[in-house]
């Protein structure tokens, strides 16, 4: 599939405009529009290619990435987790949440954020920071 085609397709499904698609790439929004008319044989088509190339497949890598995420399960601890959090949230205070590194507690804590659409500053200390 011709790049042109892959990017139309991209800005299609992610829902996004040349414009912003032009932004995120930090290119001018002329060139763009110029390449999604005139393909490879447009006067800056390499400005665009390259860098376009590059945001659509590590677009696709992380999306990849995502899905072989394991689930997240809710477990006992996971639950304690989630009181901690909306007990510190009911009575505007902060919450401290502290255990054995790899038991789930910043993930327990992002779930939480997500599920609920609950801004969350998250502060991960080891004994080496």
Do not use: C, H, W
């Not at 995420?69 to 989630?82: G, L, R, V």
């Not at 790899?102 to 004994?127: C, D, M, Q």
Request: net charge positive; no cysteine; charged share 25%.
């Amino acid at each position: 599939m011709q790049l042109v085609e892959l990017t139309k397709k991209f800005l299609s499904t992610q829902n996004i405009s040349q414009n912003n698609l032009s932004d995120r790439l930090g290119i001018n929004k002329s060139y763009m529009v110029g390449y999604m008319k005139k393909g490879s044989s447009y006067k800056y088509a390499s400005k665009v290619e390259s860098l376009l190339e590059k945001y659509i497949k590590s677009f696709v890598e992380e999306k990849s990435v995502k899905e072989l995420q394991t689930p997240f399960i809710a477990t006992k601890d996971a639950k304690a987790i989630n009181v901690t959090i909306e007990s510190a949230m009911s009575n505007r205070e902060m919450g401290v949440i502290i255990g054995e590194a790899g038991t789930g507690k910043s993930r327990a804590i992002k779930e939480y954020a997500t599920k609920n659409g609950t801004r969350v500053v998250l502060f991960e200390a080891t004994t080496e920071t």
